[in-house]
């Protein structure tokens, strides 16, 4: 019964700033990296940041390097994404992901929409 629930998405202004959570239930939260990736309409999934089971190393890509700071609460059995200075090429799906073996679990994804 593993189950990932992405929620915080919604619509912003440029400069605005949004926190998305994914609460995760199913497994042993605490062994497994996380990951945040976003899908734009018409273009492939890109892996946006992601977090060492225990929260020490974390690693994102540049278009958000500065902006974007993923976290986790292990005792919670979440992961977040807190975004700052959102500019209009941010807006995608976000999805949450668990590296589990042999197959990763994904999230439904939640939707990030950056417009003036």
């Known amino acids: 019964q593993v189950q990932l629930v992405e929620s915080g998405g919604g619509l912003v202004q440029p400069g605005g700033s949004l926190r998305l959570s994914c609460a995760a239930s199913?497994?042993?939260?605490?062994?497994?990296?996380m990951s945040w990736y976003r899908q734009a309409p018409g273009k492939e999934r890109d892996l946006v940041a992601t977090?060492?089971?225990?929260?020490?190393?974390?690693s994102y890509a540049d278009s958000v390097k500065g902006r974007f700071t993923i976290s986790r609460a292990n005792a919670k059995n979440t992961v977040y994404l807190q975004m700052n200075n959102l500019k209009p090429e941010d807006t995608a799906l976000y999805y949450c992901?668990?590296?589990?073996?042999?197959?990763?679990?994904w999230g439904q994804g939640t939707q990030v929409t950056v417009s003036s």
């Open positions: 977090i060492t089971s225990s929260g020490v190393i974390t």
């Open positions: 992901k668990a590296y589990l073996v042999p197959i990763a679990a």
């Open positions: 199913g497994f042993t939260f605490s062994r497994y990296a």
